[in-house]
């Protein structure tokens, strides 16, 4: 089990970026797949992108982001990234980091350790 802190949300123009950032703490967070999701008002929690175990692992992204946000790790800091660039305001919602053992899945259920969230409000 680990415990998830996000930051780096806020309010931003279309076309700005945010790099919004996740620490996790527990044992063994570099056995970990590390994910960010989001949810807009309204709308079920969809997934965003993933990062596979152990610092080089394979990433993955969802279609509507790809092209415009990158997800990296680094395990020295137990900390997962979402940057996020080319922003659109159809990407504003609450984004949560999220963490599973072993590989990567893109259904929320999956998951079974969640931060409480950051909110991303892009306006046009």
């Known amino acids: 089990q680990v415990q998830l802190e996000e930051s780096g949300g806020g309010l931003m123009q279309a076309g700005g970026s945010l790099r919004l950032s996740c620490t996790a703490s527990?044992?063994?967070?570099?056995?970990?797949?590390l994910a960010w999701f989001r949810q807009a008002p309204g709308m079920e929690r969809e997934f965003v992108a993933a990062?596979?175990?152990?610092?080089?692992?394979?990433?993955l992204l969802a279609t509507s982001v790809k092209g415009r946000f990158t997800i990296s790790r680094d395990d020295a800091k137990n900390t997962v990234y979402l940057q996020m660039n080319s922003l659109v305001p159809e990407d504003t919602a609450l984004y949560y980091c999220?963490?599973?053992?072993?590989?990567?899945?893109?259904?929320?259920?999956?998951?079974?350790?969640w931060g409480q969230g950051t909110r991303v409000t892009v306006s046009s």
């Open positions: 527990g044992r063994d967070v570099s056995n970990y797949v």
């Open positions: 990062v596979g175990r152990d610092g080089g692992g394979p990433t």
């Open positions: 999220a963490a599973r053992y072993s590989y990567i899945v893109t259904a929320a259920f999956g998951y079974s350790d």
